[in-house]
């Protein structure tokens, strides 16, 4: 069923009433005047494994913390739309509440507690489980998840390597259960065997625990070999969305994004600068 919005009046995207997370035609404005997502429609399905995929500043931070509740702090706003998860509009709660129905945020920068170890790191997200034993279960999986943390249970979380920093940051955000998991950059600044470990360990999350994942990501190509499908991010808009398997075959996405196919194919590339141009 499409339905036309009152506000835009236009269709949305895309409308599918059994996602567990739907963005239906959102607009994000930083300081009250900086239009940062321009009709952004996005779904996420039940144990999904969703990339959103794009250049700096294209908007896909500001996407996730449209999704998290964390735009306030940097005087964001959303100011059209609706995002609904597990059917209901979470728009109007704050983060905390957020994260209690379920959407967990992994920031980009690996932002760990770096005086604390890694098993302090992962006690400090559990204060909404009183029960020890469900505590003391979850940080056995998390050890088990991540065997690099294990071997460095008893060293202070600021001097582990940036990989190990990011694997506990994801630790931390799964300490508290969540039913979808927004991961920002986890490839940043990382080893290529580290991003594929990364990678390899957020696959296994998302079979095995069914938490949906949206992986913001630039490095497109290790994103679309996990992903089930991806959106393309260009200037606050979706460009481009589809299976991965799709996306990964389309020309313009090898061109401009996987670094292959047709570079020179100037009279392609011409067709596809003019599109982003037209859509911006
Ligand atoms: P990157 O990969 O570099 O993180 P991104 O795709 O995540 O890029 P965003 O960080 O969402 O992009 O930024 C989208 C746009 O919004 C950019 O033009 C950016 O300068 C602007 N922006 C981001 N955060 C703020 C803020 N707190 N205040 C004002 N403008 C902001």
């Given at each position: 069923m499409r339905t036309i919005d009152a506000r835009s009046g236009r269709a949305p995207i895309v409308e599918n009433p059994m996602a567990l997370l739907s963005l239906n035609n959102i607009e994000v404005v930083y300081d009250r005047v900086f239009l940062a997502v321009k009709g952004v429609s996005i779904e996420v399905p039940e144990a999904g494994l969703v990339a959103l995929l794009g250049a700096n500043g294209a908007g896909k931070s500001t996407i996730l913390k449209a999704i998290s509740g964390l735009l306030a702090p940097e005087r964001g706003e959303v100011t059209r739309g609706e995002i609904t998860f597990d059917g209901a509009d979470v728009l109007a709660l704050n983060a905390p509440d957020r994260v209690r129905r379920g959407i967990v945020h992994v920031l980009e920068g690996r932002r760990v507690f770096g005086h604390l170890t890694p098993a302090e790191n992962l006690l400090?997200?559990?204060?909404?489980?009183?029960?020890r034993a469900r505590v003391s279960a979850l940080m056995t999986q998390m050890f088990e998840l991540f065997p690099r943390l294990a071997d460095r249970a008893n060293a202070k979380a600021g001097y582990l390597s940036g990989g190990e920093q990011q694997m506990l940051a994801i630790a931390r955000a799964l300490m508290t259960q969540p039913r979808l998991l927004l991961l920002d950059e986890p490839s940043l600044g990382l080893a290529p065997f580290l991003v594929d470990e990364i990678f390899d360990i957020v696959r296994k999350i998302n079979a095995e625990t069914e938490v949906a994942v949206l992986l913001v990501e630039q490095n497109a190509a290790a994103a679309l070999e996990i992903a089930h499908s991806a959106y393309l991010v260009e200037n606050g808009r979706i460009v481009m969305n589809g299976t991965a398997e799709v996306l990964r075959a389309n020309p313009d996405i090898d061109a401009a994004y996987l670094g292959g196919g047709y570079r020179t194919d100037y009279h392609a590339i011409k067709h596809y600068r003019r599109r982003r141009r037209w859509l911006a």
């Open positions: 400090a997200a559990t204060s909404m489980h009183r029960d």
